[in-house]
């Protein structure tokens, strides 16, 4: 057993208290209500609980393994792209600074975001979720668990981005539309 398990669960609690400290702070400011987002806070939320929990649970299913069985390295190789994602997802964050929310909304005299990670996709928190996620898969070295662990996330932020760029767009025009005909969604130069 050693200690994998410990480290991908302090990696999992460190992201989880950021997550926590991102809603709190946005309630202790007033921001972030749900309801114009169309419930994608909750669906996001329960989309990598039960995604994440599902590939917990199929962890032990050696017959999905990926080839070659389980490693070292491949663990470590899942750990470091969770670390990544959990960085790019902080940066992100910190990027966008007072126009960051956790439901989809916007303020007065909100302006598009082109710095930091933003210069190369328009959703790099999004990125950094899904590389939390894909690292956890990754690391569990079961390729059921990465399907769940990445799949139901991922279709529940493509909804949310969906719904987020149509508030953009509303609230900032044709500065956010020719933003989004610079930029790529999730994935730098590809998607």
Not at 31 to 37: E, L, Q, S, T, V
Not at 104 to 126: C, F, M, W
Request: a positive charge; aromatic letters at 14%; proline letters at 4%.
């Amino acid at each position: 057993m050693g200690p994998f398990p410990f480290v991908l669960a302090g990696v999992t609690v460190a992201w989880i208290g950021f997550e926590i400290w991102l809603i709190v702070r946005d309630r202790i400011n007033g921001k972030g209500r749900p309801g114009k987002d169309k419930g994608t806070l909750y669906f996001n939320f329960i989309a990598i609980i039960v995604g994440l929990t599902i590939a917990g649970f199929l962890n032990g299913k050696s017959r999905f393994f990926f080839p070659g069985g389980r490693t070292e390295a491949g663990f470590w190789i899942g750990i470091a792209i969770m670390i990544a994602g959990f960085a790019l997802r902080v940066w992100a964050v910190v990027a966008l600074g007072v126009s960051f929310r956790t439901t989809v909304e916007t303020h007065a005299n909100q302006d598009v975001v082109e710095s930091g990670p933003y210069k190369l996709i328009r959703h790099p928190s999004y990125t950094g979720l899904l590389l939390l996620c894909l690292g956890d898969g990754i690391s569990l070295q079961n390729w059921l668990s990465l399907a769940f662990a990445v799949l139901l996330p991922l279709l529940a932020l493509l909804y949310r981005i969906r719904i987020e760029e149509a508030t953009l767009v509303s609230s900032m025009g044709s500065r956010y539309q020719e933003y989004q005909a610079r930029t790529k969604k999730l994935i730098p130069w590809i998607w």
